[in-house]
């Protein structure tokens, strides 16, 4: 079983994770910080990894530098 541990937030960001709760159809608070955290996650190595999107062209035989026998 997992441990448990409580976290103080106000009532604004209470409403706002019950809003997303509802909204995503996750069965806790617990879970929507999860997929938010994943979502985020997912977010900033789509970015990372994204950069050149759109630049790189495919490799060709006259890309090589050298000639081979």
Not at 15 to 24: A, G, P, S, V, Y
Not at 54 to 67: A, L, M, N, Q, V
């Amino acid at each position: 079983m997992k441990k448990s541990t409580t976290v103080k937030i106000s009532k604004d960001t209470l409403k706002l994770l019950e809003n997303l709760r509802d909204r995503m159809n996750a069965r806790s608070m617990d879970e929507v910080i999860q997929k938010l955290i994943m979502e985020w996650r997912m977010k900033i190595l789509d970015d990372i990894f994204g950069i050149d999107r759109g630049r790189i062209t495919s490799f060709t035989e006259g890309d090589r530098g050298e000639t081979r026998s």
